[in-house]
């Protein structure tokens, strides 16, 4: 029902965009985030998106933007000025009720990031 897109390779400083397409049911009343998780790592915020709340990882701030299009069932992330460390597995996430065993999760797409 959550479908991830955009994943690739990447230089240092260099951008990517992801897409996560929702199906299934309607998300426009679900938050939507992005979590990482780099091998060896726990799973971390990327940032999600609320209504008019946007919460973003203090790693990321000022890097990356999230944004969604309800009438599309569509979330994004815009990610600049990467650094190896972004390197992870990227997945998106959609919830009700937190983003713990509530939370409907897409597969991932990968990051990766060379210096």
């Known amino acids: 029902q959550l479908q991830a897109s955009g994943g690739g390779l990447v230089q240092a400083g260099g951008s990517l965009s992801l897409s996560c397409a929702a199906s299934?049911?309607?998300?426009?009343?679900?938050?939507m985030g992005w979590f990482r998780q780099a091998p060896g790592k726990e799973r971390e915020l990327v940032a999600y998106?609320?209504?008019?709340?946007?919460e973003y990882g203090d790693s990321v701030k000022g890097r990356f933007t999230i944004s969604r299009d309800n009438d599309k069932d569509t979330l994004f992330l815009q990610m600049n000025s990467l650094k190896p460390e972004d390197t992870a597995i990227y997945y998106c996430?959609?919830?009700?009720?937190?983003?713990?065993?509530?939370?409907?999760w897409g597969q991932g797409t990968q990051v990766t990031v060379s210096s």
């Open positions: 996430g959609a919830t009700l009720r937190g983003w713990g065993s509530a939370a409907i």
């Open positions: 998106i609320y209504g008019d709340r946007i």
């Open positions: 299934g049911r309607t998300f426009s009343r679900y938050a």
